[in-house]
């Protein structure tokens, strides 16, 4: 069996090879990709591999957008953090999905799961069988249901409060979010700012990837309010916005290389 792994954490992608070896000794792994890009790039330009694991965040992306742009017919189990009920939606179209932090039991019950899929195919197909078997499922159709299920659901406004009075702030009024004596501003483009009820931390998993990055403890800023960026100490980048900020907006050496590449690709 041939198998490809999308997989961005290094010892976790090792882990998974190591368990696959050894409970399919003969299993050929085509490829360990890290990235959406990558990802995408392979499976267009490669026949379909009979087996996918994929985790659902990868180096420059969710892995539902690998799945959003490419039709992909094989089985995929995914390897994700995501607790047991939000992935109950795997059991009802036939993915089976592992939770990490996994072990090799959790691989040999989900490599179980897709050899019987595929066993009850085969046998209702050999000669003999009562009836003809059903064409194996195009799984390229549960798959995008289950996707519509479990992509996370970005905000398009927060209700904020000034003077007493409640009224909604559109996401793409929105510059930057900032904490400040552990308050968190929201920052309009127009000027404006108002205190939210979130943290940076909840306000991350709640806004699209692609429009905001978290830039450090302080700031999550949006593609539009980046004005130009320039070198800082120690191989770090200063950030200037498009209008100003309480403190200088500063991306670290070790988020410098993710930052830009999160510009380009935006």
Known sequence: MNVLILEDELITAEELQHY???ILPDVQILA?????????????GHPSPQLIFSDIQLADGLSFEVFEQVPVRCPVIFCTAFD???MQAFTANGIAYVLKPFDR??????LARFDTLQNHFQVANE????QPAPAPPDLNEPLQRLLSQLKPQTRSSFLVNQ???????LVDDVAFFYTEHEVVWLQKASGEKYPVDYTLDELE??????????ANRQFIIRFEAVKELEPYFNRKLLVRLRLATPEPVIISKAKATDFMRWLEQR
């Open 205 to 214: 998993s709640q806004l699209n990837a692609a429009q905001f990055y978290r």
């Open 84 to 86: 047991e009920y939000a």
């Open 20 to 22: 696959l070896r050894d």
């Open 32 to 44: 360990v990709l890290e990235t959406v890009e990558e990802a995408v790039e392979y499976l267009e």
């Open 105 to 110: 039991k959790a691989i040999a019950n989900s």
């Open 163 to 169: 003077k007493g009075k409640y009224f909604p702030v």
């Open 127 to 130: 000669p003999g069988a009562a």
